[in-house]
């Protein structure tokens, strides 16, 4: 089974476009193993809280009922370091919650949604 982990751009799109296609590719995806790290929770929670949108944070908890929060765990920290050397040497630029996710689904074996590119040229 595939799992996909969701970046704060996926999981708040449907909040803005319910019924928009990202809303659609992540329903046609039920019975797989969609998550998101703990890292995107915190993003949205931090902007809704920022915001004061109570409507948005219950829309929210009840999304997070129905998917995985994966917590970052081991052997993430080291799939973190290693891309950070690689992309500093390279000369990407990436921001640190997305190199920590960007870990977190490597060390999930997880693809990561929807920087696929990204996520591919760092596996490589």
């Known amino acids: 089974m595939t799992r996909y982990l969701l970046d ?6 449907p909040f803005r476009n319910p019924g928009g296609k990202v809303d659609q590719a992540l329903r ?14 915190g993003e949205i929670l931090f902007g809704l809280k ?10 929210f908890e009840m999304l ?3 998917i995985t929060v994966w917590p970052l765990e081991e052997p993430a920290e080291d799939r973190y370091a290693a ?3 690689d992309m500093e040497r390279k000369g990407h630029q ?3 919650n997305d190199l920590w996710i960007a870990a977190q ?4 074996d997880a693809k990561w949604l929807p920087m696929i590119a990204l996520f591919n040229a760092c596996r490589d």
Do not use: M
Not at 105 to 108: G, H, K, N, T, Y
């Open 105 to 108: 689904s490597l060390a999930l």
């Open 28 to 41: 046609a995806r039920i019975g797989e193993e969609i998550g998101t790290s703990l890292i995107v929770r």
């Open 94 to 96: 990436i921001g640190a």
């Open 83 to 85: 891309l950070r050397v």
């Open 64 to 66: 997070l009922d129905s």
């Open 50 to 59: 920022k915001n004061n949108n109570v409507r948005g944070l219950h829309r």
């Open 8 to 13: 704060t751009n996926i999981i708040s799109d």
